[in-house]
């Protein structure tokens, strides 16, 4: 079986599955009936064209919550919880929803913000201890709730409902997933629904209410999708991306690489961060017409699943794909993805892992990884981990 | 649990799911052929786990795509 992505050791390390698909079926026709596309001149050319939509998942879980229905299983809540997801839209929806959250978004003078939030973070730390659960995990989330005028000290609850949250952009669910995912949709739904009720002040949630109050744009079920699109995207993404990188570049024996040369992380060693291992893997497109990926045909409405994270592994664009390269350049990864829907929050992510990463070198110089068999996140669209033991001997 | 109850318990919940009658149902079709999509895959998975108390991933519905290689799998899994 090429696509496995379930197998103990493809979830431990899904690349030479990854590698395998470029070299033998580029496109693959899974099992399940989806193409499967590795590598990173089709994925590019699928992400640019317009003979593909974005929505998958959004879908297939309307179609889910219908079918559900009529068995007496009411899965309502995930609607109501993704309806508005940028990532799930098209035009002409897509561009006005995408430009309205942009213009109010015009603050980006966080740099100071997310500092103070990683020094809080890192004051008390002593090794050993979880990088995952006490830095990568924390520190994003903070830093969106500061962004997004929510109290700090909510942080931890949401990012408990933000973890399975993410669920809903996985490939494949059981009944127990989607009853899952529909409790933790509900409770996100009320809180957001609460919140902007009480019309926020502050931050970007007050900013979009204020400007949604003007221009009379979004429904409200819209205004709350849209807040725990922001909420989950600013911060699943980039605790993945501080937790998995670090632990890349400890284990890989370049850490003292970049603690000798931390411009690296101004420059090309950051954009290797995201390229070795970013946290997206697949993103979902459907063909709107008979189309092709290649050689092969795709018919119409055919799910497509595109392995962002392979497409940064083809050594077809990457010489030494599989190696650390700080100084690799050019580096046209699609880690945030490529076109129109190129990821949003793309300065944010990078902003905050190289402040992150900077913070955690100087202060931990000589750190080592002491977990042995790490226990990864069921996903396979978004990777991460769930912990990660360091040592330090300061 | 035997190879010939589970099978004919995938088979009653084919026959649920698609109005064919069970002995129509061939456990060497495809489950596509036999007209399932992703949605009555995750409701009959659902319930083959509750009947017999396993755990199953919704991946390995497609990776034995029929009523009797699925059957194989599970006793192979889960009769130890």
């Given amino acids: 079986m090429l696509w496995s992505p379930f197998d103990p050791s493809n979830i431990v390390d899904p690349y030479p599955m990854y590698e395998r698909l470029r070299r033998e079926d580029p496109v693959h026709r899974s099992q399940t009936g989806e193409f499967i596309v590795t590598r990173y001149s089709d994925v590019k050319t699928v992400l640019k064209s317009s003979d593909f939509r974005s929505g998958n998942r959004l879908e297939w879980l309307s179609r889910g919550i219908e079918y559900f229905k009529n068995r007496d299983e009411d899965l309502g809540n995930i609607y109501r919880a993704v309806n508005s997801f940028i990532l799930f839209m098209n035009p002409p929806d897509h561009v006005v929803i995408r430009n309205f959250v942009v213009r109010a978004w015009d603050d980006r003078e966080v740099e100071s913000m997310i500092a103070t939030v990683v020094d809080r973070q890192l004051k008390d730390l002593r090794g050993p201890f979880d990088l995952v659960r006490d830095f990568a995990q924390p520190v994003p989330a903070k830093v969106i709730c500061e962004i997004m005028g929510i109290p700090i000290d909510e942080f931890a609850h949401l990012r408990t409902l933000g973890v399975k949250m993410v669920r809903s952009l996985d490939l494949y669910h059981s009944l127990k997933d989607l009853l899952e995912l529909n409790s933790a949709s509900g409770e996100f739904v009320k809180y957001f629904e609460d919140f902007i009720r009480k019309k926020p002040g502050k931050g970007l949630l007050g900013k979009l209410v204020a400007a949604n109050e003007r221009e009379k744009l979004l429904r409200e079920e819209q205004m709350i999708s849209i807040a725990i699109f922001l909420f989950i995207a600013g911060e699943e993404t980039t605790a993945n991306s501080i937790g998995t990188g670090l632990h890349d570049f400890i284990s890989a024996g370049i850490y003292k690489q970049l603690r000798q040369d931390t411009n690296l992380l101004n420059t090309t060693g950051l954009e290797e961060f995201f390229r070795y291992n970013g946290p997206v893997h697949l993103v979902g497109r459907i063909s709107k017409t008979d189309t092709a990926i290649g050689n092969t045909s795709i018919p119409a409405n055919s799910p497509v699943t595109l392995v962002i994270a392979s497409a940064n592994r083809d050594e077809e664009q990457f010489s030494n794909a599989d190696q650390i390269d700080l100084y690799r350049s050019p580096n046209n990864h699609l880690a945030f993805g490529y076109g129109t829907h190129f990821c949003m929050g793309e300065w944010l992510g990078k902003l905050q892992t190289r402040i992150a990463v900077e913070k955690f070198i100087s202060k931990f110089p000589e750190a080592k990884v002491e977990t042995q068999n790490i226990d990864w996140l069921k996903n396979i669209a978004v990777r991460g981990m769930t912990s990660l033991i360091v040592n330090t001997s300061e | ?80």
């Fill in chain 2, 1 to 80: 649990m035997s190879y010939e109850e589970v099978l004919n318990f995938i088979k009653k919940e084919i026959a649920e799911e698609t109005k064919f009658p069970i002995e129509k149902i061939d456990g060497n079709t495809s489950f596509h052929g036999l007209g399932l999509d992703s949605l009555s895959a995750v409701l009959i998975l659902h319930n083959i786990e509750k009947e017999y108390g396993i755990e199953l991933n919704p991946i390995h519905f497609w990776d034995y795509p029929t009523p009797a290689s699925f059957t194989s799998f599970i006793i192979k899994e889960y009769s130890r």
